[in-house]
């Protein structure tokens, strides 16, 4: 996990860099149900499912600050069938009157979404070239949600139903070492009610 915090500490810079590119049509990410909702209470991060799962003392804890949402199963896809895929952070936005809202998910956090509990695998933040063009790279979530946490509203008053984007960013690299940022960003909602 360490060497991945300083590969992920490297190479942040240049995958944010990538927010300016257009979406790379090889990678993608999907959720099942693009539509969430804002709950008043705290939610347990992956981070901390996986040390419970490792370790029966660790206490599930809800650690992810109080007014929360999580998008179920994610799904990250790589349809490139010579180069390695490389995601570094996983960015939701909405942008609104009542909703301006940034979560980034990086690091630990997001190689915890992708842990298995089953093998006790983790996850190395890299996704390797597709065995065909019609057979991409697929990796699914087998046991964790993406949780955001601390949401404020413009109005605590007034319902509504929010539009935004998930993004997931990082590079790619050639086996000649060659590199280039890439991301791909899908459309989520969120409720609150």
Not at 5 to 15: E, M, P, R, T, Y
Not at 161 to 180: H, L, N, Y
């Given at each position: 996990?360490?060497?991945?915090?300083?590969?992920?500490?490297?190479?942040?810079?240049?995958?944010?860099?990538?927010?300016?590119?257009?979406?790379?049509?090889?990678?993608?990410?999907?959720?099942?149900?693009?539509?969430?909702?804002?709950?008043?209470?705290?939610?347990?991060?992956?981070?901390?499912?996986?040390?419970?799962?490792?370790?029966?003392?660790?206490?599930?804890?809800s650690d992810i600050s109080e007014?929360?949402?999580?998008?179920?199963?994610?799904?990250?896809?790589?349809?490139?069938?010579?180069?390695?895929?490389?995601?570094?952070?996983?960015?939701?936005?909405?942008?609104?009157?009542?909703?301006?809202?940034?979560?980034?998910?990086?690091?630990?956090?997001?190689?915890?979404?992708?842990?298995?509990?089953?093998?006790?695998?983790?996850?190395?933040?890299?996704?390797?070239?597709?065995?065909?063009?019609?057979?991409?790279?697929?990796?699914?979530?087998?046991?964790?949600?993406?949780?955001?946490?601390?949401?404020?509203?413009?109005?605590?008053?007034?319902?509504?139903?929010?539009?935004?984007?998930?993004?997931v960013i990082g590079f790619e690299r050639s086996p000649?070492?060659?590199?280039?940022?890439?991301?791909?960003?899908?459309?989520?909602?969120?409720?609150?009610?």
């Amino acid at each position: 996990m360490k060497m991945m915090k300083i590969v992920f500490s490297i190479f942040l810079g240049l995958a944010i860099l990538s927010c300016s590119k257009k979406d790379d049509s090889q990678l993608s990410v999907s959720v099942v149900g693009e539509t969430s909702y804002i709950i008043p209470a705290p939610a347990q991060s992956c981070v901390n499912k996986r040390a419970v799962d490792l370790d029966s003392t660790t206490a599930a804890t809800s650690d992810i600050s109080e007014r929360s949402f999580k998008y179920n199963t994610p799904t990250l896809s790589w349809e490139n069938t010579a180069n390695t895929a490389y995601i570094v952070a996983l960015k939701i936005e909405f942008k609104g009157a009542n909703l301006d809202y940034t979560c980034t998910i990086a690091g630990d956090e997001l190689l915890a979404i992708f842990y298995n509990p089953v093998t006790n695998t983790d996850w190395d933040g890299t996704l390797g070239p597709a065995s065909s063009a019609s057979s991409p790279t697929t990796l699914t979530s087998p046991a964790c949600n993406i949780v955001c946490g601390e949401v404020s509203v413009a109005n605590e008053d007034q319902p509504f139903t929010a539009s935004g984007k998930m993004t997931v960013i990082g590079f790619e690299r050639s086996p000649t070492g060659d590199e280039k940022p890439i991301k791909a960003t899908s459309t989520v909602k969120v409720n609150f009610e």
